[in-house]
C-alpha cells in the first residue's frame, strides 16, 4: 500500500472532531501513517483539544497557534496558553499562522505582528512552523528575511502561488504543501509551481475539513482523501505514488521530528 502522510488537517475541527476515531481508521485503511493535525482556528480550547486527540493517538500529532484570520486574539495571554500545551511532545510545530489578504478577516498589520510573534515562539520553542499564505506572498518573504527563520525551519501549507513565490520559499529553507486545490481543473500555475519543488522539499495535506479533492469536491474532506492529491502530485511531477508517498512521509519526519514509522 502506498505510504501517506496527512501533514494538515483539523482533526478539532466541528465537523471532524465527534468521529475523529472512525476517520483516524479510515485514514489509516488507506495507507496514511502520520496525521498532523493543526488548532489554532478559532479559541485556544481548539489547539487545546487538537493537543488532546494527539495524546490519544499515537500516529496523530499536534501543531498549537494561532490562525491569520483570528490573528486579534494572538495576545500575550494566548501565547502564555500554548507555551503551556507546547510542553506535550505531541505538539510538533507552531502554528498555523502567516498572512492571508484574500480574506482580510483580521488587518494586514495585526496579521504581521502574529507572524513576528510566532517566528520567535517557533524559534524558543525549537519547533518548525506551518505557514498559512493566501496571496501576500512577497509581504511574507520580507517578513521571514526580517525576523529570520527559525532554526526547525517550517511549511507553506496548501501552497497557492506560483513557481515564482515557490523558488523564494524554498531558498529561505520551507518545505512546499500542496492540497487538494491541485486536483481542480483551474490550478495551472499552482501545478507548474509543484515542479518548482526538489522531492526532499514536497508535502502534502488534506486541510480537511476544507478543500476536499476532485472527485470528492464539495463533500467534508478527510485524511484518507490525501492519497488523492499526491496521485495528481506524482502524475505531474512524472513519479508514481508509491515513491512520491514514501519520500513525503519522510520529508515529514524530517521536517516535524516524527516517531519512526
Ligand atoms: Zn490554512
Ligand atoms: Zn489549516
Do not use: I, M, N, S
Given at each position: 500500500m502506498t505510504p501517506?502522510?496527512?501533514?494538515?488537517?483539523?482533526?478539532?475541527?466541528?465537523?471532524?472532531?465527534?468521529d475523529a476515531g472512525a476517520i483516524i481508521e479510515r485514514g489509516r485503511a488507506a495507507g496514511v501513517r502520520a496525521f498532523v493535525s493543526v488548532g489554532a482556528i478559532g479559541s485556544i480550547e481548539t489547539d487545546a483539544a487538537t493537543v488532546a486527540i494527539a495524546e490519544r493517538y499515537p500516529d496523530v500529532y499536534a501543531v498549537v497557534g494561532v490562525h491569520p484570520h483570528d490573528a486579534a486574539t494572538a495576545d500575550s495571554h494566548r501565547f502564555d496558553r500554548l507555551r503551556d500545551l507546547a510542553r506535550s511532545a505531541r505538539v510538533v510545530a507552531i502554528g498555523e499562522s502567516g498572512?492571508?489578504?484574500?480574506?482580510l478577516h483580521a488587518p494586514r498589520e495585526v496579521q504581521e505582528a502574529s507572524l513576528r510573534r510566532h517566528l520567535?515562539?517557533?524559534a524558543e520553542l525549537d519547533r518548525p512552523i506551518v505557514i498559512?499564505?493566501?496571496e501576500a506572498e512577497a509581504r511574507l518573504v520580507e517578513i521571514v528575511r526580517e525576523a529570520g527563520m527559525p532554526p526547525r525551519a517550517g511549511v507553506i501549507h496548501c501552497f497557492t502561488g506560483d513557481a515564482v513565490a515557490a523558488r523564494e520559499f524554498l531558498a529561505l529553507g520551507f518545505y512546499i504543501s500542496f492540497s487538494g486545490i491541485l486536483t481542480f481543473k483551474n490550478a495551472g500555475a499552482l501545478r507548474e509551481a509543484a515542479l518548482a519543488a526538489p522531492d526532499d522539499?514536497?508535502?502534502v495535506e488534506t486541510d480537511a475539513p476544507y478543500l476536499a479533492p476532485e472527485p470528492y469536491r464539495g463533500r467534508v474532506n478527510e485524511p484518507a482523501y490525501v492519497a488523492?492529491?499526491?496521485e495528481v502530485l506524482a502524475?505531474?511531477?512524472?513519479s508514481d505514488p508509491?515513491?512520491?508517498g514514501a519520500c513525503v512521509l519522510e520529508n515529514a519526519s524530517r521536517l516535524f521530528g516524527l516517531a519512526p514509522v
Open positions: 501517506l502522510a496527512d501533514t494538515h488537517c483539523h482533526l478539532a475541527d466541528p465537523k471532524l472532531r465527534p498572512l492571508d489578504f484574500h480574506y520567535e515562539l517557533a498559512h499564505c493566501r522539499r514536497v508535502l488523492r492529491t499526491l502524475r505531474l511531477r512524472g508509491e515513491t512520491l
